[in-house]
């Protein structure tokens, strides 16, 4: 008989023994065998709507590590004013130690050609398949970093000098564009408080290299940025001595590096300032900060809801209200008795090497979710392979009215008028690049965005370090040298320049 089919994960189903020694537990590691083959032979552009299954591989508290609220306060999760664990699908796949091999297998003949084996035999002992999976950092992280040793020795004895570099230290880059950057010269002095921040994601992660399509977790968010992006870029900036910054922020789907190195650099007065660059914005000139968090599920603005921190709250409540009532929200929206959840503006609350115990910055800052109050995130394949859902018609008009209320907010604080308008066609465009339509149904703001461009955008591993066209930068979020590439990234990267008035090209 065929036993039950358990949900995902198979090790906690199988603990104690963790497949180890499957005739110690047959029924549990027969059955968790039963679900990955299940599982393994849908396709996976289709896993989501074919079979219901919430796959996350990020923890139910995501980065809590390295919350604004560790220690003392308990965490994001826990303690007071906490909500229940936001990312209830959570499984802590991608971050186990697994005793054995996993693999993602996309054939799905070859899956059906195993499970019909398993069926028909009584020991798994009899069916077999041979998986060949280059990894570059197995063993040890002492053995891993010890690697790079005998690499460079081998580099310098010999005429080898293009070698496989082993355990580089995580990074990437994150994009920063300016809207009054004409305006602003890199010797301009910035006013105080002159500077709204308006942030997005830009990177998932899932236990298998190259299989993080983050088709909710992140790109419905991108969509909202660009557009804004292009409505300011298209409008008049003038010279009130404002400015707002757009940022796509990477990095932070671990423990939010991104955002520490962008806290850093503006603690520092190291944000941008170069010769060419724009002025330097450092976090004095921070007025106010608006993140836009998890999106993929709203459907209506109603559903829309707008986090800050309750400390923070009491001292900046005037601009926390007024962002509120300019984005024309509800005044149930605006939650501000709950922790924040899980959110790239964590960081901003704490400063470089404040401690635990010290109060929380009073920055004005909102989280824009699709999760009510206690809701949790809505998206169960948050950060896994398995966020594949395409964005929903319905979805894509309210994140068209998303985009166009936050276009008007940022151009009220940058000119004193509502000029920025949002292209709602452009931002379908948008969504439709990001979740891999290679046609992106039309060209983008007037550019040539042929099937070939695409092409090169989606095989890129790595971009130009650097500037690119006039004003739109790629800004380091690690302390070392890139090393590598994001395709998000790279693919955002050149719909921003796009979308700024900025040609590049491939």
């Known amino acids: 008989m065929t036993p039950p089919m358990p949900c995902w994960p198979c090790p906690l189903s199988c603990s104690p023994c963790r497949l180890r020694n499957c005739t110690a537990c047959p029924g549990a590691c027969r059955a968790c065998w039963f679900c990955t083959l299940n599982l393994s032979a849908t396709s996976r552009s289709t896993l989501p709507q074919k079979t219901g299954v919430n796959i ?96 460079s020795l081998i580099s310098a004895l010999t005429s080898i000098s293009q070698l496989m570099h082993f355990c580089g230290p995580m990074g990437d880059l994150s994009l920063v564009w300016t809207a009054s950057s004409t305006a602003m010269p890199t010797n301009t002095v910035r006013a105080p408080a002159s500077v709204m921040l308006i942030l997005a994601r830009l990177d998932s992660f899932s236990m298998f290299a190259s299989n993080s399509p983050a088709s909710g977790t992140l790109t419905p968010a991108i969509a909202v940025l660009l557009a804004v992006a292009n409505a300011l870029a298209s409008s008049s900036n003038g010279t009130t001595g404002r400015d707002v910054a757009i940022v796509f922020v990477n990095g932070d789907s671990w423990d939010y590096i991104g955002s520490q190195r962008l806290v850093h650099d503006l603690h520092g007065n190291q944000l941008l300032g170069e010769s060419g660059q724009p002025a330097r914005i450092n976090a004095s000139h921070v007025h106010s900060i608006i993140e836009l968090g998890e999106l993929s599920n709203l459907e209506s603005m109603d559903q829309l809801a707008a986090y800050t921190d309750p400390s923070v709250y009491r001292v900046v409540n005037s601009t926390v209200d007024s962002h509120v009532k300019s984005l024309g929200l509800k005044s149930d929206a605006l939650i501000s008795d709950r922790k924040l959840p899980p959110a790239s503006t964590q960081t901003f609350l704490r400063p470089p090497g404040s401690k635990e115990s010290a109060p929380l910055q009073p920055v004005p800052a909102l989280l824009l979710t699709d999760h009510k109050r206690d809701q949790g995130f809505r998206n169960r394949n948050y950060n896994s392979f398995a966020d594949v859902r395409p964005t929903p018609s319905g979805v894509v008009q309210t994140l068209a009215t998303l985009a166009d209320r936050i276009a008007t907010l940022a151009s009220q604080f940058l000119t004193n008028s509502s000029a920025a308008k949002v292209d709602d066609n ?65 693919l955002t990267y050149l719909l921003l320049s796009n979308a700024t008035g900025v040609l590049c090209q491939v």
């Open 56 to 151: 996350s591989e990020d923890s139910a508290c995501p980065n809590d590590r390295l919350s604004a609220y560790r220690g003392s306060r308990g965490g994001s999760c826990s303690g007071p004013q906490a909500s229940p664990a936001w990312n209830a699908a959570g499984t802590s796949a991608a971050l186990l130690d697994w005793s054995f091999p996993v693999a993602l297998v996309t054939k799905s003949e070859q899956i059906f050609t195993l499970k019909n084996c398993t069926q028909r035999e009584s020991s798994l002992r009899h069916c077999a398949i041979e998986l060949r999976t280059p990894m570059h950092g197995a063993a040890s992280s002492v053995t891993c970093l010890r690697r790079p040793q005998y690499t």
């Open 426 to 490: 452009l931002l379908k465009a948008y969504v439709d690049c990001l979740q891999g339509d290679a046609t992106c149904q039309h060209a983008i703001s007037g550019a040539n965005v042929t099937k070939s461009w695409l092409d090169k955008v989606y095989a890129a591993t790595n971009s130009i370090n650097g500037l690119i066209g006039a004003y739109v930068y790629e800004y380091q979020s690690r302390f070392l040298p890139n090393q590598g590439g994001n395709h998000l990234r790279y």
